[in-house]
């Protein structure tokens, strides 16, 4: 698939970025990105539930429960993760020279690092990038910050939205970085969101949990989760727009622009997945729970079969037969199970359908973007999950990954 990045990227007012290159483990590019957020704006984050979590992540989240985050350090190349107690160390020392030169409090500093695992984080590095990363910070430094984070990816991915509240313009501008070791347990690999509207931490936090749900927590490229994972929402409240609740009109439509920001986020990273050529999005309906719905499309998306057919555009349906089966499901009544692709059916009453014809199905295989729809038929919970094909430049690039 042939990817560009998002140029319309809104500038939040009250958050300021900037990017430098501190030699973590890249060369000749920024690895190192600070983003502030202004006096007295609040923050939400949601984290990995990998019980490997790296140690900036045991950091940030001591450091948000303890205080009012002004700055968030994040650097790229290394994940500063299975480091064990030379990490956390690593991790507090990089806060530390942050509030030290910016005149904050350590709590106020959240860290974050994604990239190769098992390497011990290189602090010294980080000491030296202060004064630049400090004296860099502009509310213009999105794109900038969004290619420093970037390890596998192949573009920045980055969004924003427009809002009349109350007869007052809000923005909500995001970013992230991910293309592999995707299948999130909280939210995306890493994902940093803005706002200029005024909102409490707890209703910030319930926005932000509320969002990720369907987006960051609903797609796949590998079925592997990260350590790193990370996605925080911070709002600076300059607009002078409160949003009290997200019951209310204004709250309403607040949580909705968010989720669109992470909706359009979280296609973007499926879309990027590593050696990825086809988004295809799972949906199952009719369902007796949602976990069960959730279930069965994840044994779907993360098949191997499935998704080199799919890299193939070979419209091999019994491997997607195969995989609804297998699903941890009880009682599975396969005669009453439909499986579309898009609109051509290819299985029903527990075979393959009567109108169908390998044409047809090789006619929707062929394009970038489909739909898996899978109706099972034992009552009415559905979801949906976004994930990507399986080919030879997966195994390339992760083959080569430390090399």
Known sequence: MELQAHREVASVAGVRLSAYAAGIRYKDRNDLVLMEVAEGGTCAAVFTTNAFCAAPVIVAREHLASGSPRYLLINSGNANAGTGETGLRASRETCRFLAAAAGCAMNQVLPFSTGVIGQDLPVERFATAMPDLISGLSEQGWEEAARAIMTTDTVPKLTSRRLDLGGKAVTITGMAKGSGMIRPDMATMLAYLATDAQVSKAVLQQCLEKAVAPSFNSITVDGDTSTNDACVLLASGRSGVAVADLESEEGRAFAAAVEDVCMELARTIVRDGEGATKLVEVV?????????????????????????????????????LAAVGRAPVPGLAVEGIRIWLDDVCIVSNGGRDPGYSEEAGQGVMDRPEFQIRIALGRGAAETKVLTCDFSFDYVKINAEYRS
């Open 284 to 320: 199952v309906t009719e369902a007796a729970s949602l976990a069960e719905a959730r279930d069965v499309a994840y044994t779907v998306a993360h098949s191997p079969l499935v998704k080199t057919a799919l890299f193939a555009s070979d419209p091999n349906w019994g491997r997607i």
